[in-house]
C-alpha cells in the first residue's frame, strides 16, 4: 500500500497551503509589484514544513518517500503559480523583481516575441522553478520532517 506520508490526503494541506500562497502573491504581482518579492513560497513553505514535523503529523517518513511528497508538491504548487505567473508576465511585459530580464538583474527570460513562445517560456519558467522548489522543500522537509521522525525513531526504541 506505500507508505502514507506520500499520499495525496497526507500532502493535501501542504500543497492547498502553496496554492493559497502562490495565489496570493500572484494577486500581489498587480495590487504591490515591489512588495511580492517578499512573500512567496520559499518563505512560507519551510513554516509548513516545521509545523508538520514539530506536530509529528507524518509520523516516521521513509526519505524516499519524503523526497516524491515534496516533488510532487513542488510541481503542484510552484508549477502551477510559477507558469501562470511568468506567462502573465510575458504576455503583460512586466520587468518588476523576479519577472526582471534586465542584464544586470536577470530573473526572467526575456519576452517572447509570439503569443506560442510567450506561453513557452512561461511554462518553462514554471518548471524551472519547480526544479527549484522540489530542491528546496527536499532539503528543509529532510531537516523539519524526516531528521526530527528518525531521532524520534531512535529514542523510542
Known sequence: MGNPAASPPRIHLLVLTGLVIGGIRYTLEFLAPGQSMYFGLYYVMPVALLAIGLSNAWGSVRWLSLLRAMVLTAL??????????????????????????LEEDQRALPIAATTVGKIGLGVLQGLLTSIAGAIWLTAIGTLTIWLPGRLRNRHST
Do not use: D, M, P
Open 76 to 101: 503542484i504548487v510552484w508549477g502551477t503559480w510559477n507558469s501562470i505567473s511568468y506567462t502573465t508576465a510575458q504576455f503583460l511585459e512586466w520587468n518588476h523583481g523576479r519577472f526582471s530580464a
